[in-house]
């Protein structure tokens, strides 16, 4: 079974600081992706990233960066220079490509950035 | 841009009464979920649906049963609601195959009386 834990349940930064979100997943399987979302207080969740069992490279999109790391089944993410519109409920999540794209959810991190 | 429209944005409704969520992508996109959001608890997946009159128990589907008559629509029933059940219902969708995450409604938060 897939198991996703996202170990931090709330954070709080003052704005300016990095803050980084913990994920670490389990499967079974050998080729699977991992998701991050973003649901800010008006509810939608967003996408933010994937990234697929074979692609180990770190990725950085602008303020944002990903950690993705095999050999402790980690996919953290980071925030640089937090600012208050990053106040969220982060979600990491785990696909298995062959249930019809379902995604296993963490239970969420609850980011609040203060001003 | 990808929509994906649920219905109603609040529901209250009473213990025992039949509830329809509704759920309309226009994507033309194969795949369809139903999850329900409880704080502690994260997104649990209730049903899901890969095509036209198919459908798939997630993780926690008793007191619910889905209808997916069209392929942009997909429908969740509370056949009789319960307070257990009141909670934050979101729907999705995404592009079969392909992989790319889901496509998220803004969810209904459900209040059971």
């Known amino acids: 079974a897939q198991k996703v834990t996202q170990a931090q349940t709330e954070i709080s930064v003052v704005e300016k600081e990095d803050v980084t979100l913990d994920c670490v997943y389990e499967?079974?399987?050998?080729?699977?992706?991992l998701f991050w979302y973003k649901q800010p207080p008006s509810g939608e969740l967003v996408f933010l990233i994937r990234?697929?069992?074979?692609?180990?490279q770190n990725e950085i999109s602008g303020r944002y960066s990903w950690n993705f790391q095999k050999s402790t089944s980690s996919f953290n993410f980071t925030i640089t220079a937090s600012q208050v519109v990053d106040s969220a409920v982060y979600f990491c999540?785990?696909?298995?490509?062959?249930?019809?794209?379902?995604?296993?959810f963490g239970t969420g991190t609850r980011l609040t950035i203060i001003p | 841009d990808v929509k994906v429209t649920q219905s109603s944005r609040y529901l209250v409704k009473r213990t025992g009464e039949k509830v329809f969520l509704e759920c309309v992508q226009d994507?033309?996109?194969?795949?369809m979920f139903w999850y329900r959001q409880d704080p502690g608890l994260g997104l649990r997946l209730i049903y899901f649906?890969?095509?036209?009159?198919?459908?798939e128990k997630g993780d926690i589907p008793e007191g619910y049963s889905v209808s997916r008559e069209k392929k942009e629509r997909f429908s969740l029933i509370l056949e009789s609601a319960s307070t257990n059940q009141t909670s934050m219902y979101l729907c999705?969708?995404?592009?079969?195959?392909?992989?790319?995450?889901?496509?998220f409604g803004s969810g209904t938060r459900l209040t059971v009386v």
């Open positions: 999705a969708s995404t592009e079969s195959g392909t992989y790319y995450g889901y496509t």
């Open positions: 499967t079974r399987d050998t080729t699977y992706y």
């Open positions: 990234r697929n069992s074979f692609d180990e």
């Open positions: 999540a785990l696909s298995d490509v062959f249930g019809n794209e379902k995604l296993t």
């Open positions: 994507m033309d996109h194969e795949n």
């Open positions: 649906s890969y095509d036209v009159k198919m459908k």
